[in-house]
């Protein structure tokens, strides 16, 4: 059987919240939340029940590349993540991977300097 290949529409990672460290603190904690995409770029329903992970990329600028800093296993749209103090500036995006082990494409990116 010939299974037809759907992309799926990217996640909109909507809130991003900077916890405020104290100044002993040697790292900050940011708080990502998103929107799970409900429907593949096809235009057909996807159901919740068809999202296995949701990938959380990570950078230093708004122009620079991301990298994988965590893969978090079912149905999920908010997470923490730390990072030190030094890093003045960071850059978030998130992807969606469904049942099929496809993976959407980079929600927008948001980014903040402390």
């Not at 079912?74 to 496809?102: E, F, H, L, P, W």
Request: overall charge positive.
């Amino acid at each position: 059987m010939n299974m037809l290949k759907r992309d799926i529409k990217y996640p909109i990672l909507f809130c991003i919240l900077f916890a405020t460290p104290s100044f002993a603190a040697p790292s900050v904690t940011d708080r990502l939340t998103w929107t799970l995409p409900t429907y593949y770029t096809d235009g057909t329903y996807m159901p919740l029940s068809d999202i296995k992970n949701v990938n959380i990329y990570s950078g230093t600028s708004n122009s620079g590349a991301l990298l994988k800093v965590q893969t978090i296993s079912g149905v999920v749209s908010k997470t923490t993540i730390q990072r030190a103090k030094t890093i003045k500036t960071a850059c978030y995006a998130v992807t969606v991977i469904d049942k099929n082990d496809i993976e959407s494409v980079f929600s927008n990116k948001v980014c903040k300097t402390i």
